[in-house]
């Protein structure tokens, strides 16, 4: 330190010279920060540009030159805005922390930031979240967000009384607006044109993806018309059949998690993943017929988009559509008098199953079946006797709808979603960073979640034909979604419906259904084989579930009912 400073410094006081060296001008600095991550930031995004076709010439260079300036001002508008003495540094590193996740789930999984992924983000619970983490992912916002941070904070910001400062933020917005003009002008035909073509990009600008998707979700409240449910089924009711029966009808839906169809051995898959499934399929036993249809499409690409389209009546576009919060199929079977019991073995029913008897199985405590924090898929089938037991008697002489979740073959963690023995397809990836496994490696740990729930369905057929000979039992299994293993470097799910590859949108349907419940309902096997490739989607499970259980209500629509044009009626 000099001996002017020294002689002019009062007690406590910084430094003239430390003072100056540690400020930054707050224009300065939302411009370096921008800037930042307007780069480096959205590497995924670059790297997403350079894999276009278009992308081959030196125009190419410019336009990318480009669109991160256009980042870069489209950022510094937003952060002028907040730019205010006690508010700028938080903002600042809720941007950076917002920008090096989303630039880390981007480019290990291939996926892109919109309001249902931030949705299955938000969802996502303890056991789920310790699935992701990583060192890798530690490193990477340490690095692109911690020490940035941790930067800005040693630093001194100048700002002016409040008039002055917001001239200032006035003049910083309008120049950024200039900016991005200036950027988007020289580029806009072919920028119009590559976002046309490749909507996934819209999806991928860092960390503004982010925020927007936050303010989707801030939104859909406010376009609700009431908090309050709107009732459905009321009308709901059984047919006559249930008058004269002499045993009740017990129908287990298992809810699969995760599973693309293309992978299931019966359905035409390469490998041998479903050995049980198909032994049934070929009717090694009389008790029943299994039938897997292979041609069927989820409504949504994640669990929080599905799980609730799938049991709704509306079908997926007026379900998108839809601002108001609907009972569902659980409510309406309820309503109609059905015992009817939720068995939940993944994070939550989505409120599905909120006015409907419903247990967790996924933290009970099994020797065998709970590991790590969780349990496999068989637990639900423990005590299920007992479990269904405690419902009213009345309802249970009627008949009775189990649900069953699964954990299935939730990612990336595929290894932990499969028991030792299950582990037929190696080597597989036993880790959660899926990208540093061969695609094969991917390949194999995922068939074996899919060769574990052949397992576990089998084991449910067996249950219902445990229950006595004559038993009028059934159990149909269809999964919310699918998923991506690498395909085009995307791993798991989430895209935006519209531009998410078949494997996350192709899903699993497989009923077996037991001789007596085939007669009670006057199914015709055969029929069903001849609709093994027919189109169908989530919009008939609603219907057709009402369709098995002859459930009477305006609701049912019985065009939409697989089982309708079988039933020999």
């Known amino acids: 330190m000099d001996a002017y400073n020294v002689a002019n410094m ?3 006081e910084t430094p003239i010279k430390d003072t100056i060296s540690s ?23 670059w790297l997403e540009f350079a894999r276009l076709p278009e992308m081959n010439d030196w125009r190419a260079v410019w336009f990318i030159l480009s669109f991160a300036v256009l980042i870069a001002a489209l950022l510094m508008m937003v952060i002028s805005l907040l730019n205010w003495r006690w508010v700028i540094k938080p903002v600042i590193a809720i941007f950076l922390l917002a920008a090096a996740f989303g630039g880390y789930f981007m480019y290990t999984y291939g996926v892109v930031i919109d309001d249902t992924m931030l949705t299955n983000a938000l969802q996502t619970d303890l056991r789920e979240t310790r699935d992701l983490l990583s060192w890798q992912m530690l490193g990477v916002v340490f690095v692109f967000a911690i020490l940035p941070i941790l930067w800005l904070w040693k630093k001194t910001i100048p700002f002016n009384p409040f008039w002055k400062q917001l001239k200032q933020n006035i003049l910083l917005f309008l120049a950024s607006v200039a900016l991005a003009v200036a950027a988007i002008f020289p580029i806009y035909q072919d920028l119009a044109s590559t976002m046309r073509n490749h909507m996934q990009l819209r999806f991928m600008v860092n960390p503004l993806n982010s925020f927007y998707a936050l303010s989707q979700l801030a939104w859909q409240p406010l376009q609700t018309e009431s908090n309050s449910i709107q009732e459905l089924g009321r009308d709901a009711k059984l047919n006559t059949t249930y008058d004269r029966q002499n045993e009740s009808p017990l129908l287990i ?57 799938m049991f709704s009546h509306l079908g997926k576009s007026e379900f998108e559509d839809s601002t108001q919060s609907i009972e569902n199929l659980v409510d309406v079977l309820h309503l109609a008098g059905l015992a009817v019991l939720w068995l939940e073995n993944q994070s939550g029913c989505k409120g599905i199953c909120d006015r409907v008897p419903n247990a967790i199985t996924r933290n009970l405590s099994d020797p065998k079946l709970c590991t790590s924090g969780e349990c496999f898929d068989e637990i639900m089938l423990s005590q299920i006797s007992e479990r269904m037991a405690t419902l009213p008697v009345d309802r249970l002489h009627r008949g009775i709808v189990v649900i069953m979740h699964q954990m299935g073959s939730h990612g990336p963690a595929y290894y932990k979603r499969s028991p030792e023995a299950f582990k037929k397809f190696k080597p597989e990836c036993a880790t959660n960073i899926l990208q540093d496994c061969t695609r094969s490696e991917v390949t194999n740990a995922y068939n074996n979640t899919i060769l574990y729930t052949d397992h576990f369905l089998n084991k449910v057929v067996d249950y219902l034909k445990s229950i006595k000979p004559n038993a009028q039992t059934a159990m149909l299994y269809v999964a919310d979604h699918g998923e991506s293993l690498g395909e085009k470097n995307i791993y798991l799910h989430g895209l935006p419906y519209s531009i ?14 037991s001789n007596e419940f085939m007669a009670r309902n006057h199914i015709k096997p055969a029929c069903l084989e ?15 579930i009402l369709g098995l259980m002859k459930v009477q209500t305006s609701a049912y629509k019985p065009e939409f009912d697989v089982y309708s044009s079988c039933t020999g009626n």
């Open 500 to 513: 998410a590859p078949d494997v996350q949108k192709r899903i699993p349907w497989i009923q077996w259904l």
């Open 530 to 544: 001849k609709q093994i490739d027919t189109r169908l989607s989530h919009d008939n499970y609603f219907h057709s």
């Open 10 to 12: 009062k007690l406590g």
């Open 253 to 309: 839906l298992v809810v699969g998690e995760t599973a693309r169809s293309g992978n299931f051995g019966i359905n035409g898959y390469e490998h041998n993943t479903t050995p049980l499934l198909a032994q049934l399929q070929k009717n090694a036993d009389k008790r029943g017929e299994l039938t897997s249809f292979r041609n069927v499409w989820s409504c949504g690409t994640s669990t929080a988009t599905a799980l609730p389209c």
């Open 23 to 45: 400020s930054w001008h707050p224009v300065k600095l939302l411009a370096l920060f921008s800037i930042w991550m307007a780069t480096l930031g959205n590497i995924p995004l």
